[in-house]
């Protein structure tokens, strides 16, 4: 469990910098948000202009469950970023289709989510995305069961190309 948090810890400040690097901050849900049993929320709708400047995109629970969210979150920002990329678009696709693997992936978290999304299953199936691409973020990619795992490999591979001219400050 130590190692786990500490993983997580270490990820989350480098992603922390990152995003604050691009004006991307992080902060706390609000009241109703936890109430609601969120522990991270990425929020579209606050961005102004992305890339050049955004504020409080990302927030998650002031608590190690909020704390964990962080690399979820980040994984949601990137997902949505992409969202409109032919293979984020087969990878949404192909769960969205698949209630079976949402179960899977989501878990316990799966009704919640798609009260949540309003029975939307292309979100539900973006907050699935989202903890695939962060299972792998975390090396923990094994322990999740995906349909087309290849498509979901190449994704990922894709997504941290993006991130490979990056020098390790930025």
Do not use: C
């Amino acid at each position: 469990q130590f190692k786990d948090q500490y993983s997580s810890n270490l990820l989350n400040d480098r992603i922390v910098r990152a995003l604050s690097s691009l004006g991307v901050n992080i902060s706390n849900l609000t009241e109703a948000e936890v109430g609601a049993g969120r522990v991270g929320v990425t929020d579209f709708s606050v961005v102004r202009g992305i890339g050049t400047s955004a504020a409080n995109i990302i927030k998650v629970a002031n608590n190690i469950e909020g704390d964990k969210a962080i690399s979820e979150e980040f994984s949601h920002l990137i997902v949505g970023i992409y969202r409109n990329e032919p293979l984020v678009q087969r990878a949404i696709n192909t769960l969205q289709d698949n209630k079976d693997a949402l179960k899977n992936i989501l878990g316990d978290e799966y009704e919640d989510t798609v009260k949540f999304q309003d029975g939307d299953m292309a979100l539900v199936a973006e907050e699935a995305l989202g903890k695939i691409l962060q299972k792998n973020l975390l090396g923990d990619s094994e322990n999740i069961s995906t349909p087309a795992p290849s498509l979901f490999q190449r994704l990922y591979r894709w997504i941290i190309n993006k991130f490979k001219g990056l020098s390790s400050d930025s």
